[in-house]
């Protein structure tokens, strides 16, 4: 998750909203200790509390344009590649933090594009989010267990190419 952040923070910092990346570097030693922790859900919802503070400073006509917010989705399924690269070790999946993170940006664009296909109000912008879903499905797939298996179930230059479909879809 941190990566995603370090790719906000001058935005962030533009928008003078407070800097959150100390509370991701605690939720992350957080969940490593005690995933199951009281304290660990607070951290949780303290780093999503400015996660949606952060999203709602996103100027309203980038958020209602299908064709930005696509773009953005598809920069962050190249960041769940990412993580999900980041999580396996040795043909392992090592790192369950780095898992999850890849699993929750992947959960949050399907949340994203349900919102975008619920506005969206021309055949063009529900055609770009369908096609996308269709690209998004791959990468669910590729992380669907919420306690993954030992090893991948796809090696990561299969998420990284559903990354780059995800991407050349966002240029059309």
Do not use: W
Not at 29 to 37: I, N
Not at 43 to 48: R, S
Not at 69 to 79: K, N, Q, S
């Amino acid at each position: 998750m941190r990566g995603l952040y370090d790719d906000i923070k001058d935005y962030l910092a533009a928008k003078q909203l407070p800097p959150f990346d100390t509370r991701l570097i605690a939720l992350e030693a957080q969940v490593t200790k005690a995933p199951k922790s009281p304290a660990t859900a607070a951290k949780f919802d303290e780093v999503i509390a400015a996660i949606h503070r952060a999203r709602d400073a996103t100027p309203a006509a980038v958020r209602a344009s299908v064709p930005a917010m696509i773009r953005i989705c598809a920069d962050t399924l190249e960041a769940a590649a990412g993580e999900y690269g980041a999580a396996i070790e040795k043909g392992r999946i090592e790192n369950l933090v780095e898992y999850h993170d890849s699993r929750g940006f992947v959960s949050y664009l399907d949340q994203e594009l349900g919102r975008l296909d619920a506005q969206a109000n021309s055949e063009s912008d529900k055609g770009l989010i369908g096609r996308f879903r269709a690209v998004l499905a791959k990468a669910q797939a590729i992380v669907a267990p919420l306690l993954p298996p030992d090893r991948p179930i796809k090696p990561v230059s299969e998420y990284r190419a559903v990354a780059a479909e995800a991407r050349d879809l966002a240029k059309r």
